[in-house]
């Protein structure tokens, strides 16, 4: 009975806190420790998730403001004139592009203001061309060959892939290719806006006519070019010295039409407000590129090339412009020609010049505005 006594008495004699604690970790549930952590995980990174999201929430509510209340933020937008691409060539030396029937030459509009200018000359002319200096080219304009004045779109320079890939192929048709940067852009000095550009393309124009003797003289404008194009078009027309015809690649109606059906707008197309946040700011800064108005006063042969699959300038744009010109009465005694290039194609923005059809239309185009021109 003692030694029985004794047991019970061994066993109670067990501090409580000990037996308590054994008690309390004998119920942990395994891997409690794990799902804490795992929970405190998901919970930082659902913090983190909503702090990015209200963070870019306000960025999105922000910048309508700022455009509102900075508007040189659009006109920059629409310019891209600080997109220099490619930004690693000297535009000096055209030869390095592959044109080495070219000549680099520098005008000067008006006071402060200079523009590069580069001169590509017929493809058969091109052994005639080699170490020729600005004097030979100056003269060679007056040469029996027709001459296009061609009118760059936003961004980069004249020494862009695209617009080289297209001097490339006028020049093997047998014109001469005159083309610019505007003031602002590549090596040009001077500050970008719609009326500078303007007055830059009627300068280069004015010193083609004053070489290039009786030979036929075309405008051709691509994407923002084409709203420059029209522009001079019918400043010449209003003088009465037009060109022998226009040529509009990938055209809009307006600025404003263009500016709320370009990919960018996208995230802020239905934004409260649109048109006064971002469209008012454009016009203000006045920027217009008015094609829809332009060609109401505008006699001579009209030329509209546009891909179906253009993601900038959307195809219905080029359409519409069409559609205003075709029966004005400023073209009554001029042809009009639209020309559609299908989706399958992929020519898009930028890539008509690809065309193997490009060179036909071209021939019968000219061929039936020069009839029209002279009769």
Known sequence: MRKRNESV????????????????????????????????????????????????????????????????????????????VPYFI???????????????????????????VWHTVPAVLWKDAQSKDQPWYEDILGSN??????????AGTRGGDHRVELYKVLSSLGFHVVTFDYRGWGDSIGTPSESGMTYDALHVFDWIKAR?????????????????????????????????????????TNIREEAKSHPFSVIYRYFPGFDWFFLDPITSSGIKFANDENVKHISCSLLILHAEDDPVVPFHLGKKLYNIAA?????????????????????????????????????????????KHHH
């Open 145 to 154: 060959h027709p001459v296009i004045l061609y009118l760059h779109g936003n």
């Open 327 to 371: 029966p004005s009465r400023s073209f009554r005694d001029f042809k009009v020609q639209f020309v559609p290039f299908h989706t399958d194609l992929g020519y898009r923005h930028k890539y008509i010049y690809k065309s193997p059809e490009l060179p036909r239309i071209l021939r019968e185009f000219m061929g039936k505005s020069e009839h």
């Open 9 to 84: 008495t061994l066993e109670s004699s067990s501090p409580p806190l000990e037996k308590g604690f054994s008690l309390r970790t004998s119920l942990r549930l395994p891997g409690s420790d794990g799902m804490k952590r795992t929970l405190g995980r998901r919970h930082g990174m659902w913090f983190r998730f909503r702090k990015v999201v209200m963070w870019l929430l306000g960025v999105y509510i922000a910048i309508p403001f700022l455009v509102k209340v900075c508007p040189a933020i659009q006109a920059k937008l629409v310019f891209l004139n600080f997109v220099r």
């Open 212 to 252: 290039s003797g009786d030979n036929p003289v075309y405008i051709w404008g691509h994407s923002l070019g084409t709203g420059v194009a029209t522009n001079l078009v019918r400043r010449l027309c209003e003088r009465e010295t037009p060109p022998d015809a226009l040529i509009l690649e990938s055209p809009f």
């Open 90 to 116: 000297d535009l000096k030396r055209p030869q390095d592009q592959g044109l080495n029937h070219t000549c680099n030459y520098y005008l000067q509009p008006e006071e402060d203001v200079t523009i590069g």
